[in-house]
């Protein structure tokens, strides 16, 4: 199994700043990494896949970089509704799996 | 836009069986293009792939799940479904079913683009 690992576990943030969370594979995936946003009660979204992609409709302030086993996820100009949880998924085999997640607060 | 919406009980007992029902409006089910998937969320962890299945049945499972785990599709209604057997409290969770968009070659899925927004699952007697 590949397994994905994202840092950090947490993160607190405020309107208007930059983060960026971390997602290692422990193989090569090559592009196959998808962003997706997480929030209780809601539909999960997907931010990026191929791991720069942006999703049709989702904000330029989202962007995703990486390539074989790093990859970041960047949000610019945070804004209140990008509060939630962040997760990284590699669909390199055919066994899809997700990193820890990220929660920023 | 197409919408995915997961119907099943909120509560089952250790040791029963858990069946869940996706069901999926405005668009087909009957196309080679996509897998019909099941994720859940455990509390406080993060997110665990459970399986796929297409359009006409062949089934894709996580492999810790694989013994226990049978998913099911009915394009004519337009729904596919999760059965769980001899649940244990680590099965709680919010379980989600989701579109994914299958992949050429030796991967499954590209992205799971269309999500539910989840149903909640206790284990509990």
């Known amino acids: 199994d590949i397994q994905m690992t994202q840092s950090p576990s947490s993160l607190s943030a405020s309107v208007g700043d930059t983060i960026t969370i971390s997602c290692r594979a422990s193989q090569n995936i090559m592009y196959s990494l998808n962003w997706y946003q997480y929030k209780p009660g809601r539909a999960p979204k997907v931010l990026i896949h191929a791991a720069s992609l942006l999703q049709t409709g989702v904000p330029s302030r989202f962007s995703g970089t990486g390539s074989g086993t790093d990859f970041s996820l960047t949000i610019s100009n945070l804004q209140p509704e990008d509060f939630g949880s962040y997760y990284c998924q590699q669909t390199y085999n055919m066994f899809p799996s997700f990193g820890g997640g990220t929660k920023v607060e | 836009q197409v919408l995915l919406q997961e119907s099943g009980p909120g509560l089952v007992k250790p040791s029963e069986t858990l069946s869940l029902t996706c069901t999926v409006s405005?668009?087909?089910?009957?196309?080679?293009?996509?897998?019909w998937a099941w994720v859940r969320q455990h509390p406080e962890r993060g997110l665990e792939w459970v399986g796929v299945?297409?359009?006409?049945?062949?089934?894709y499972y996580n492999q810790s799940l694989r013994s226990r785990l049978t998913l099911s599709v009915d394009p004519s209604k337009n729904q596919f479904f999760l059965r769980l057997r001899s649940v244990t409290a680590a099965d709680t969770a919010v379980y989600h079913c989701?579109?994914?968009?299958?992949?050429?070659?030796?991967?499954?899925?590209?992205?799971?683009?269309?999500w539910g927004q989840g149903t909640h699952v206790t284990v509990s007697s």
């Open positions: 989701a579109r994914a968009l299958a992949c050429q070659g030796t991967c499954l899925a590209e992205v799971f683009d269309i």
């Open positions: 405005r668009t087909t089910m009957n196309t080679e293009d996509y897998f």
């Open positions: 299945t297409s359009n006409s049945g062949t089934v």
